[in-house]
């Protein structure tokens, strides 16, 4: 049996660390299933580093971990216009509009995602889409 201690972060901890430190900070709390706490802290990245398209994914990542869904749709939408080529960032776009019950807006980025090469589920979530619209 796994037990998981809660962090304890402060503000005063954020506010101390550097922009690298608080990317790693982050990046741990996500693995360690602390999404909320990750927001916290990769908020200070991603305002002192606002065209850092990891520190958005990773932002995106916490939030939709978090069920923050429309948070993590803007994040991903960010890194979408950050990395325009991404298929991941699409991918990711598309789900969290699928978790949302926007099926068809999330097919639109799947369709992309899709056609960049991205995994054969994108496609497959489209033709599921596509079958309910039909």
Do not use: Y
């Not at 690298?20 to 706490?37: I, K």
């Not at 932002?59 to 080529?85: D, K, N, S, W, Y």
Request: charged share 25%; glycine share 6%.
């Amino acid at each position: 049996m796994t037990i998981r201690f809660m962090p304890t972060i402060s503000e005063a901890m954020i506010d101390s660390m550097d922009v690298f430190d608080a990317f790693r900070t982050g990046e741990e709390l996500v693995a360690d299933r602390h999404p909320r706490d990750a927001v916290r802290v990769l908020r200070k990245v991603v305002d002192a580093e606002p065209g850092n398209g990891a520190a958005w994914e990773l932002l995106g990542r916490a939030h939709f971990a978090a069920a923050q869904l429309v948070p993590a749709e803007q994040a991903f939408r960010r890194l979408a216009e950050i990395e325009p080529t991404s298929a991941w960032a699409q991918t990711a776009l598309g789900l969290s509009l699928d978790r949302q019950s926007r099926h068809q807006e999330g097919a639109v980025h799947h369709r992309i995602a899709a056609a960049m090469g991205a995994s054969p589920h994108d496609a497959t979530r489209v033709e599921l889409v596509d079958r309910q619209v039909g």
